[in-house]
């Protein structure tokens, strides 16, 4: 992007920056200019109006430099508190990928690749009616496919799909993040990609593999379930929307169908979390009272801008009516909430248009700030050029992932908790992964996991 960079540094701060300094200056002249959209050289002119860099040289030169671009880049967090530069995360600038794969709706897949021990499930004849003229081969294991093409991020939403036998993880608590409090929620792991395309999406940076992975063997997801449930003491939480979106692809997996009556009646409420519009199958279905359909929400013009072939914000509101009038319990995650300028505006709106188009009380709502690893803003970065969000006020946090400083996070936590609850003092509300001073802002006295669950399981 700066071609001769280094030679502007060196002739207009007279200082010459070595490989490491040059990395950082580059980083944060390109955020800054992203986000503001500033010139480069009204951005030098302004920097040096505003700091005394004469009076430096050498190191010194550099770090008042650094510090001065750092204030800049972060002017909110710099007016509240000093920041620790060891907190801000300067990589490398890459190029933006070109030969990106496009989510198309609604999906259709490329080529079908089935495991050769799942060759007859029901899964493989679903795809087969509905892409008849769509090839399909098959493989001893899907990793096979990984021996005769290589892997690269571009791959990535290649419209591939592998329907498999899953072997191992069936069942598994939600990770969490380190030194923040869970909330106790099981994954059942039903697939994994997703055929929509978040810019925020943490698979972005699991995956290895391009497409869909989908189990063609969903029976004996309910064996194991029977036997972790025979030894389950007390409810829980379990859903399937953490590696895949829960109904993306329900037209075509039928999945639901399955799900619905196995948990139906036992002691854990199951959660489908989705940001589609495929209910079909859920509105055949007589709704049991342990099944909760949620939704993911943002305002327009994020969902719009970042999460690509999703249905869209009016789209979302009208199902999960569809959904509530037929009698399922319902939910919302307000996450990833992004923190841009009249944020505050924004999601207050989209809150009185949730409760405009939806009776409370709802089953939950989870509200969690943008957060993610140091690698995926990389990711993004070469993936959506259309994307700031990660150039907002995002430093390291205490598990080395990058998030808003405490300040703001508590900031939008108390504006979200107001504007839900001038609306509805009845549904729970929790965070995801917030450390225990932040759970404060819920003025519900939680601060453990047992807690939690006896808070959002109504016990
Ligand atoms: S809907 Fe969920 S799983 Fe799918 S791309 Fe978006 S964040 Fe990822």
């Known amino acids: 992007m700066f071609e001769d960079l280094k030679q502007t540094i060196q002739s207009q701060f007279d200082f010459s920056p070595n490989k490491n300094q040059m990395r950082d200056i580059e980083r944060l002249l390109f955020e800054i200019i992203r986000r503001d959209d500033i010139a480069l050289n009204a951005l030098i002119a302004d920097l040096k109006s505003k700091t005394p860099l004469d009076k430096y040289y050498g190191r010194n030169k550099f770090f008042a430099i650094k510090e001065a671009l750092i204030k800049r880049r972060f002017p909110l967090t710099a007016a509240h508190q000093k920041i620790d530069t060891k907190k801000v995360f300067s990589s490398k600038l890459r190029k933006p990928i070109a030969d990106n794969w496009q989510i198309h709706k609604p999906f259709k897949p490329l080529k079908i690749f089935v495991e050769k021990e799942v060759r007859e499930c029901e899964l493989l004849d679903n795809f087969k009616r509905k892409f008849p003229a769509v090839d399909i081969e098959e493989l001893n294991y899907y990793s096979d496919y990984l021996k005769t093409n290589k892997f690269s991020i571009s791959q990535l939403k290649k419209p591939l799909v592998f329907i498999v036998k899953e072997k191992w993880d069936f069942i598994k608590p939600c990770p969490c993040t380190k030194n923040h409090v869970c909330c106790g929620y099981w994954i059942l792991n039903l697939g994994f990609g997703c055929s929509f395309d978040c810019s925020y999406c943490f698979l972005q940076h699991y995956t290895n593999f391009p497409g869909l992975l989908l189990p063609g063997n969903i029976e004996d997801f309910f064996e194991q379930f029977d036997a972790f449930y025979r030894k389950l003491k007390k409810p829980i939480r379990i859903g399937t929307g953490e590696f895949c979106d829960s109904l993306a692809l329900d037209n ?20 489908l979390k989705t940001k589609s519009t495929n209910i079909a199958n859920l509105v055949d279905i007589s709704p049991p009272s342990n099944i909760v359909i949620s939704w993911s929400l943002n305002p327009s013009n994020i969902a719009e801008k970042e999460e690509l072939g999703a249905a869209s914000l009016e789209e979302r509101l009208l199902a999960a009516k569809k959904v509530q009038d037929k009698g399922y319990r319902i939910a919302f995650h307000f ?125």
């Open 335 to 459: 996450d990833p909430i992004i923190h841009f300028e009249g944020w505050e505006k924004e999601y207050k709106e989209l809150i009185d248009k949730l409760y405009s188009h939806l009776k409370p009380p709802f089953a939950w709502i989870s509200l969690g700030t943008l957060r993610s690893n140091r690698e995926l803003k990389n990711i993004v970065e070469s993936r959506f050029t259309q994307s700031s969000i990660f150039y907002g006020e995002l430093l390291l946090g205490e598990d080395k992932k990058l998030r808003y400083p405490e300040f703001i996070r508590r900031k939008i936590y108390e504006s979200m908790v107001k504007y839900i609850k001038q609306h509805d003092q009845k549904t729970p509300i929790y965070l995801c992964m917030e450390n225990k001073k932040m759970w404060g802002v819920l003025g519900e006295n939680l601060d453990s996991t047992p807690q939690i669950e006896k808070y959002l399981l109504n016990l």
């Open 252 to 271: 075509i997996t039928g999945y639901s169908k399955k799900l619905i009556p196995y948990f139906e009646g036992k002691h854990v409420l199951f959660e």
